[in-house]
């Protein structure tokens, strides 16, 4: 049996609708865009019926689930219509832009009781597992997540939206694509940031009324077991670093989300362990089989659990506005 899957939003729904033909337990039954040669090039590509309206896609098509690739400022009414016809869903990340419209959605979903799971694919790693496994039951004194690309390149270039130069759109670099990282880090540590203390700089393009969002944001992060570390995410430069280093008395371990491995020293043993595992494809499948089983506890990042990454990201941005060092509320 397949779970029968839509996409909403011809971006990154790509990356999802070309997972298909490595998992057996879903099919992709549609895609839907606004953009009519995007929603053309995308349904021609995966050969499945396309809809300019998520509505009539939703009738024509009666999916088991909806994977929602929009951006987050267009996704808090698609989510509450799917869910409140008893359509699974999963949300890329972010799962919002900001806290009010997060606490909006978790509602909807806990009322309607459906399935859901948030693109935060990291959590999927079998990195992420393996180092999980490496520090378990040992006191992580530092966390340091470095996160540096060249996304503002790829918008100054066109190959992505505009939007990435406006912070109440794409979010800036923490809040659109900090919260990865953040969130595997949650995952890995299995604890959550206490508090916060952040800034943001913009060495390469100076605000201005056109170019909202910082490049560059530190946040310095205390958790509640009272491990202390720091996240710089930084959009201007053309390379591509994605780690998170965990130190304790006797390891110190990296993740290498970029190159799916995890290096370091453990007891003394060097380690290098490299992966070749999809996890995109895992987050696929796992959906698909949650909707298949009607079991919630096989997704690894609910909507529920990643408010707890946004809030991190959230009240950072709110601590570079204000300067203040905050504490990140509970969830
Ligand atoms: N998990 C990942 O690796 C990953 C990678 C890239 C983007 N993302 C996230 O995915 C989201 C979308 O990013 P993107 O880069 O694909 O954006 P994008 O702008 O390239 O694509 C979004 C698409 O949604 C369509 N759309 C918007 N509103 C719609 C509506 N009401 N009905 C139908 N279609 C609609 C747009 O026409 C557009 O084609 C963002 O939140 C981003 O952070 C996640």
Request: charged fraction near 20%; proline fraction near 3%.
């Amino acid at each position: 049996m397949k779970a029968r899957i839509a996409i909403i939003g011809c971006g990154i729904g790509n990356k999802h609708a070309s997972g298909f033909k490595h998992i057996t337990n879903g099919e992709l039954v549609a895609m839907c865009d606004l953009n009519e040669a995007r929603l053309k090039d995308s349904t021609g590509k995966f050969g499945c019926a396309g809809f300019a309206n998520f509505e009539e896609m939703l009738d024509k098509t009666k999916p088991d689930g909806v994977m929602v690739c929009t951006p987050p400022y267009v996704r808090m009414p698609l989510i509450e219509q799917i869910a409140e016809r008893g359509i699974a869903v999963f949300c890329e990340k972010p799962p919002a832009g900001e806290m009010a419209t997060a606490r909006a959605v978790k509602r909807a979903l806990e009322r309607h009781k459906v399935i859901n799971s948030v693109g935060f694919m990291y959590r999927w790693m079998q990195a992420a597992d393996h180092i999980k496994a490496l520090i378990a039951g040992r006191p992580v004194v530092v966390c340091q997540i470095t996160g540096i690309w060249e996304v503002l390149y790829w918008a100054i270039n066109g190959h992505i939206s505009s939007d990435y130069f406006y912070r109440d759109r794409a979010g800036g670099p923490l809040l659109e694509q900090g919260v990865h990282l953040i969130d595997v880090s949650r995952f890995v540590l299995g604890d959550e940031v206490a508090r916060v203390h952040a800034r943001g700089a913009n060495i390469i393009h100076p605000l201005s009324d056109t170019f909202t969002t910082e490049e560059t944001i530190q946040v310095s992060m205390q958790w509640r077991k009272g491990t202390l570390g720091s996240h710089v995410h930084c959009w201007t430069h053309h390379g591509h670093i994605f780690q998170v280093l965990c130190a304790g008395v006797d390891f110190a371990l990296t993740l290498d989300l970029k190159d799916n491995r995890v290096f370091g020293m453990n007891n003394g043993q060097r380690v290098e362990q490299s992966f070749t595992d999809d996890y995109y494809v895992s987050e696929l499948r796992g959906f698909c089989d949650a909707i298949l089983r009607k079991d919630q506890k096989l997704i690894r990042g609910n909507y529920a659990d990643s408010c707890h990454t946004l809030a991190v990201a959230a009240t950072a941005m709110q601590s570079v506005d204000t300067g203040i060092d905050l504490p990140v509320p509970a969830w």
